[in-house]
């Protein structure tokens, strides 16, 4: 081959190498030497950064909601086949007492999402006037400074009066600002509005007997796996935060349906 030839093709071999693309290990470490090459890309096409960035969460969202609602839904089903069996022998219940579904409610009289289940409680018990009924259990989360002393305040009214107790719910999930504001100043006037004796609330909240009740709710909810509030079972079919009527009414309408109760 002529040595022209052969100079030439060598150059464009020497071009074609320059030219290759970098390994992925050449580019990472070029970008973390030389982070800025990303930040002015970002800054010279911020709307494109963020809307590739917005897909790409979307994208990992859709992914996570539908093994989680994966998930959810077969532990649904094991639970219609293997019910919780938890005791209600002697709590106070809203609603006949020969419902044939019962909803627990392990709840914290603070907690925000508590109080947002608290209507679509409300509204489910209305829906299923003689086939629902509420027992309400507590779960104070320790980062809400008022919710244990509630909780023995619920169960201290509760000994006075189931009718009561159910009306000191209302009265707290309604007003929760104030709760969290006012505290045990806020508790006492609740009582009183609720239609409950005060002060003989008060001793009863302070008796081992009473806080031995809400140590047991918490020590139940944590073997029931609920890591917060709030936490249902619907004849022992465990829903796990908060969750919209319609979740609710597909357990009753399954329950009652099976039961030959129908709606």
């Given at each position: 081959m002529p040595l022209r030839r052969r100079l030439l093709l060598s150059l464009v071999a020497l071009a074609a190498c320059k030219a290759a693309e970098p390994s992925p290990e050449q580019l990472r470490a070029a970008?973390?030497?030389?982070?800025?090459?990303?930040?002015?890309?970002?800054?010279?096409?911020?709307?494109?950064?963020?809307?590739?960035?917005?897909?790409?969460?979307?994208?990992?969202?859709?992914?996570?909601?539908?093994?989680?609602?994966?998930?959810?839904?077969?532990?649904?089903?094991?639970?219609?086949?293997?019910p919780h069996v938890v005791s209600t022998a002697g709590r106070a219940g809203f609603?006949?007492?020969?419902?044939?579904?019962?909803?627990?409610?392990?709840?914290?009289?603070?907690?925000?999402?508590?109080?947002?289940?608290?209507?679509?409680?409300?509204?489910?018990?209305?829906?299923?006037?003689?086939?629902?009924?509420?027992?309400?259990?507590?779960?104070?989360?320790?980062?809400?400074p008022h919710a244990y002393e509630a909780a023995l305040m619920f169960e201290a009214v509760a000994r006075q009066s189931p009718a009561a107790a159910y009306r000191l719910y209302d009265v707290l999930y309604t007003n929760q600002d104030q709760l969290k504001a006012r505290g045990s100043d806020y508790l006492a006037q609740a009582v009183v509005q609720a239609g409950a004796d005060s002060a003989q609330a008060r001793r009863d909240a302070n008796t081992d007997a009473i806080?031995?009740?809400?140590?047991?709710?918490?020590?139940?909810?944590?073997?029931?796996?609920?890591?917060?509030?709030?936490?249902?079972?619907?004849?022992g079919v465990q829903l796990q935060g908060a969750y919209p009527r319609s979740a609710f009414e597909q357990v009753i309408n399954r329950l009652l349906a099976a039961r030959g109760a129908g709606r």
């Open positions: 970008l973390v030497k030389h982070p800025d090459i990303i930040y002015d890309v970002i800054r010279a096409h911020p709307d494109s950064f963020f809307a590739v960035l917005n897909v790409a969460a979307q994208g990992v969202q859709q992914r996570a909601g539908v093994a989680s609602a994966a998930q959810d839904s077969a532990r649904i089903e094991n639970d219609f086949a293997h609603g006949s007492p020969a419902a044939p579904v019962t909803i627990v409610e392990y709840t914290d009289f603070e907690c925000p999402y508590c109080r947002q289940e608290r209507d679509v409680i409300v509204s489910i018990l209305k829906a299923y006037p003689g086939k629902v009924r509420l027992v309400v259990k507590q779960l104070p989360i320790a980062s809400h806080r031995a009740v809400v140590t047991a709710d918490q020590q139940e909810a944590q073997q029931l796996g609920f890591t917060g509030t709030p936490g249902f079972l619907v004849n």
